[in-house]
């Protein structure tokens, strides 16, 4: 059971908006910053959002992550198909004294 | 270009121990803290440890506090993870990761290595 808590799958169309939530605690999301991070099939995570809204220099503009309370949301506009792909929120954990993860969204383009 | 690479990793006994290493270049190391992550086969993510430039700050899991310790040589470039007392659940593949260090106390993992696979069984 992950602190964080996430969708198991989301799907789209090509083309499509989808968005990913994440929900956590005021130990967590509540007080810290968000992060995201993208892990295509047999690969190593890659950081796609930081401090909640921010993308790192090579993340294209349709990814976008927002925060609000004790929850997130990753959205991913002109959705295409090698965005398919397993999303996890991460933030620090005052409670936990250390980040904790989303259990993961499995992205599916339809 | 920075890189990032595990090794260490194999099939050990349950409460048996095993040492990974994470070699680190094209970057300064030691001015990064940084991270384990591990990921058991078909799971999400799982952070277990992380470690300041300085060796200062140190941070564990309660998954794994007692049975492993995170370490570094920053002459050496390396960082480690002793890993004692491992359980079948341990099995995974273990990451290490840079944490870029914008703000303090956030899991900014901006370079990741290919992983580790330790496996733990009878």
């Known amino acids: 059971q992950s602190v964080l808590t996430q969708p198991s799958s989301a799907s789209g169309t090509p083309g499509q908006r989808v968005t990913i939530s994440c929900s956590g605690s005021s130990s967590n999301i509540g007080r810290k910053y968000v992060y995201w991070y993208q892990q295509l099939p047999g690969t190593a995570p890659k950081l796609l959002i930081y401090r909640s809204n921010q993308r790192p220099s090579g993340v294209p503009d349709r990814f976008s992550g927002s925060k609000s309370g004790t929850s997130a949301s990753l959205a991913i506009s002109g959705l295409r198909s090698d965005d398919e792909a397993d999303y996890y929120c991460?933030?620090?954990?005052?409670?936990?004294?250390?980040?904790?993860f989303g259990g993961g969204t499995r992205l599916t383009v339809l | 270009e920075v890189q990032l690479v595990e090794s260490g990793g194999g099939l050990v006994k349950p409460g048996g121990s095993l040492r990974l290493s994470c070699a680190a270049s094209?970057?300064?190391?030691?001015?990064?803290?940084m991270n384990w992550v591990r990921q058991a086969p078909g799971k999400g993510l799982e952070w277990v440890s992380c470690?300041?430039?300085?060796?200062?700050?140190?941070y564990y899991a309660d998954s794994v506090k007692g049975r492993f310790t995170i370490s570094r040589d920053n002459a050496k470039r390396s960082l480690y993870l002793q890993m004692n007392s491992l359980r079948v659940e341990d099995t995974a593949i273990y990451y290490c990761?840079?944490?870029?260090?914008?703000?303090?106390?956030?899991?900014?993992?901006?370079?990741w290595g290919q992983g580790t696979l330790v496996t733990v069984s009878s």
């Open positions: 991460a933030a620090w954990d005052d409670s936990l004294s250390g980040p904790v």
């Open positions: 990761a840079r944490d870029i260090g914008r703000d303090a106390y956030s899991p900014e993992l901006d370079y």
């Open positions: 470690i300041s430039s300085s060796s200062s700050y140190i």
């Open positions: 094209g970057f300064t190391f030691n001015t990064y803290s």
